[in-house]
């Protein structure tokens, strides 16, 4: 019925997300168990009418929320590699092919360019459903190619992390993109376009020691889950209870380390303010069309 | 001695060489030819020993406690190494250690993770589980090196950042993205060498580097094999299996050109002649600086740049987005 309803009224992230909203009519809140409808939940801004909670949402969602009109999706093409031949409980070319068939998706993180209030804007988001929203070399590459693109038509980036950290089929592999992307980053601070990163629930591991940590500006969700170690490692090492709030948004924004906390419902309008006072500078920072002459390295 | 389970037929050996010392010397009898003999049995038995290792028992060998660590590569290979303290923010970090010291001559910063050399130093160094202010020291020392034009060396050996919850509340993972961001666009040449275990972020958290070195018996990765086995295998009995896929090894990780060489381990690994392999170290060190003092700061955070753009393995496919929206 749900999935039918949004069918019909067009709305493509449908199936696209059904892990992480699961399809049904009723939405059960998994922090304060109230219930409402899921058109009520994602009229909402996908977000508990009772408590606030913000639910899970996927790339799409974000795109929906963001972007004035439907963007356009960039780097696409790229595909992960199991250049390691990696096998645990199952070959990880199998689950990446499950993964890609049940999601729709074909990594755990999407890049697309569109405009926020008339303003271009590059946007990468990531999908938890994607086995864990975890990083390999085919984020690192979207990112690496995100920014060139950033570069070259002086767009402002926004990245949207969710994220496990780092995915241990692809090894070292993975563990490079930490550096690859912060790398790449520098070239836009450089360049003196703007780099926004947004964390939501959960972003942990290598995700947050490299590019979700190096926002000009750094800002959350409400009640995200944010940090380096997860939860359960962190509690089995010290061997006792963690204190309360611990690696939230809010504890994160007390501790220094977030510019700010954002509401999902003002998370458009606060992008838009942002990309409007960063333009002021007059440096074309952002918003500016794109320069022709510009065919440098990247 | 401290003998890995795959030694122990050069255990064994060891064993009978002792025996035959001591019944030579109790009886006053001349053993030299045994003696030599057997000596030259344990030999070859290391080398058909060491030509057969599987990941899992390099991982072992990369922790191996005689195994020599950071600060006496630091006095083996440096004169007048003065250690500076303190990320003049918080604490001084005993998992991080670094300073400045003479390298035949030329001034570096030198630095790395150091492991404690017994059970009260394990404590100490807590177990080269550096937190956000070890990495922040780092960073300190390396930007001192950047305003004097300081080569900086890097030498990794930790079995991950410290997962502690001040650690996480004074922004564990800042602190290593930081790192990354500033090493990447560091005005001077920058080297590094994985020594022992290179576990993660808190490995890379030092690694980003000019020239990325490993020695032979040491591991690269994102996980542990331990870690992985259990996240992956739901339990932790397969770390041998781990080891292997994650293909973590310094050969491997040439292979995939993630690293810029491999440096010998004397037969038996570095803790069987450490000076030895601190002169090895030396030389390669030395080798790679050579070649990067010839370039420009600006063409040399280029190549960097570069060099870790090009790390990744992925394919090209043809587009075929419109099919699926058209099928909705
Ligand atoms: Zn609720």
Redesign the pocket.
Known sequence: MGWFKRLKEGIQTATRNKKEAPEGLWYQ??????TCTRRELRENFHK?P????HVRIGSRDYFELLFDTQPEELFGELRSKDILGFVDLKPYADRLAETMRKTELTDAITVAKGKVNKRPLVVAAMDFNFIGGSMGSVMGERISRAVDHCLEHRIPLLIISKSGGARMMESAFSLMQMAKTSAKLTLMAKAGIPYFSLMTDPTTGGVTASFAMLGDLNFAEPNALIGFAGPRVIKETIKRELPEGFQTAESLLENGFLDFIVDRKDLKERISDLLTLFDSAGNGAVAQPIEQESEEAG | MVFLDFEKPLEMLHDQLERLRQVGEEGDLDMTEQIKELENRIRSKRKEIYANLNGWQKVQLSRHPERPYTLFYINQMCKKFVELHGDRCIKDDKAIVGGLASLDGQTVVILGHQKGVNTKMRQYRNFGMANPEGYRKALRLMKLAERFGFPVITLIDTPGAYPGVEAEERGQAEAIARNLFEMAQLRVPIVSVIIGEGASGGAIGIGLGDRVYMLEYTWYSVISPESCSSILWHSWDYKEQAAEALRLTSDHMQHFGLIDGVIKEPIGGAHTAPEEMARLLKRQIKKALAELADMTPEARIEARIRKYEQMGTYEVVEPEEPKTRKRR
């Open positions: 809140c998994k922090q304060c168990k109230a508990c009772s408590c606030n909670y």
